[in-house]
């Protein structure tokens, strides 16, 4: 037996649910003998108890959990970090972040309806996975804007089930000028399988020409690509497919109302989604907000997920930094950014590295940005990556008011600290007592 195989039957034993949360059901096994024990071994490799004989939950069931646990940390950081002032009292969103770094790590989010469609399709590479079976590629669509962090999802989410031995080969469409291009990116799928591997093919921008529809027919039908005299084979295989334009949607709610297309470049797009059987995520623009008052609608604000990431962009940045600025997540969370957390990412780039161990970034260290008139504006690269329909006047007029503001937020959770060597020695021997 393989490694990645022995390693898939061991979770097949005792399938740990995926994501975040949990729900306290329990459904013990009442039957007694030989019988019982067998049918509480069908319902632990069906993913349904664990070996304990606790019913897990199901992922919806995680999911609604998700929604009334989420609620508490994204109306505090509304309240504290998306007003128009920050209010009175400490403001402290460290375990929030935490929280927010659970399902994916670095891919931050406290947004319940995006959790739940990512665990979702963790659901489906981890069944894939197990299911020896099958060999035809697993085919995913991710939808997003450019720049909303697309490969660092990916990167995320292999490192995630790398118990179900994922390993992550990006490459961009964009850059395939011809076929031996794509061949190559096969080529690192096909060494990742030599080495007990379950490549994640990850083909970034696959909607930036048409010309690249037909040969992603064969690839995602039964993982094989023809190259002049050569047939590149893959076999079983995770394809996610990213894209950014319109027509995606348009062409997949069409091919769902089983209405017929007319033009040759639509027709190969349908015929490309088609071949989808792993499901389909959208990364949600950063800026999006829902009422939750609407008949129906459940209350979501992206702004929320805004915040994380730029904590965790800063926290990047900055090591050991504890507290920063609230005037500066404020203003990312008011601004619209052109290419979303590459742009983010951009502008907290511009402010200078501060001396090792210094916990406090503050206002007066932001000085460098290029945001104290509208020449400085106009002239940096921030100008290509901030919209504002009033111009960089309106930008410029937004952080004048802001950094008068000196509150700061506490955004990495207090450290303890250790103890004396007396207060170990007693209580040590209050321990004995």
């Known amino acids: 037996m393989s490694k990645r195989k022995a390693v898939l039957a061991r979770a097949e034993d005792g399938p740990a649910p995926v994501g975040m949360g949990h729900v306290s059901n329990t459904n013990p096994v009442r039957r007694s003998g030989s019988g019982a024990r067998k049918e509480h071994s069908a319902r632990v490799r069906r993913g349904r108890a664990s070996p304990s004989g606790v019913r897990k ?14 609620q508490e940390p994204v109306k505090e950081i509304e309240d504290g970090i998306l007003g128009e002032t920050p209010g009175r009292g400490e403001i402290d969103i460290s375990s929030h972040y935490v929280k927010s770094t659970e399902l994916l790590g670095d891919y931050v989010s406290l947004d319940w309806q ?42 995320c989410l292999a490192e995630k089930m790398s118990s179900c031995e994922v390993k992550a080969v990006v490459f961009n469409m964009t850059a395939m000028e011809r076929m031996d291009d794509l061949a190559a990116a096969l080529e690192a799928v096909r060494n990742l399988k030599v080495n007990d591997k379950l490549p994640l093919l990850f083909l970034d921008e696959f909607d930036s020409c048409e010309r690249n529809y037909p040969p992603l027919l064969p690839l995602m039908w039964d993982g094989t690509l023809q190259v002049g005299h050569r047939h590149l084979e893959v076999g079983k295989v995770i394809i996610v497919l990213a894209g950014s334009q319109k027509n995606i949607v348009g062409a997949m709610e069409a091919s769902k109302a089983m209405r017929k297309v007319t033009s040759d470049g639509a027709s190969k797009l ?44 800063l926290l990047r940045r900055f090591d ?38 210094v916990q406090r970034l503050r206002v ?29 006047a309106a930008v410029e007029g937004l952080w004048r008011r802001l950094r008068a503001i000196s509150k700061l937020v506490r955004i990495r959770e207090k450290k303890e600290e250790p103890l004396s060597s007396v207060d170990s020695f007693v209580r040590f021997l209050w321990g004995k007592r």
């Open 364 to 392: 007066a260290n932001l000085k460098a940005l290029p945001l104290g008139n509208t020449e400085a504006i106009k002239v940096s690269d921030l100008a290509h990556h901030i919209i504002s329909e009033d111009g960089p």
């Open 57 to 70: 939950p199901t992922l919806e069931e995680t999911v609604r959990t998700l929604q009334t646990e989420l």
């Open 114 to 155: 995006h959790i739940g469609d990512m665990m979702r399709i963790m659901e489906n590479i981890g069944s894939y996975a197990r299911d020896m079976k099958r060999r035809r590629p697993l085919n995913i669509i991710l939808q997003a804007e450019p720049g909303s962090g697309k490969s660092h999802f990916i990167k």
């Open 270 to 313: 349908v015929d490309l989604l088609s071949r989808i059987n792993g499901g389909t995520l959208a990364i949600p623009g950063l800026d999006e907000i829902v009422d939750g008052d609407r008949l129906g609608a459940a209350h979501r604000n992206r702004k929320v997920d805004k915040v994380c990431v730029s904590v965790s962009l």
């Open 320 to 357: 050991g930094v504890e507290e920063v600025p609230w005037a500066l997540l404020n203003f990312i969370s008011r601004t619209t950014f052109r290419y979303g957390v590459r742009s983010i990412s951009n502008l907290i780039d511009h402010i200078p590295l501060m001396s090792r161990g």
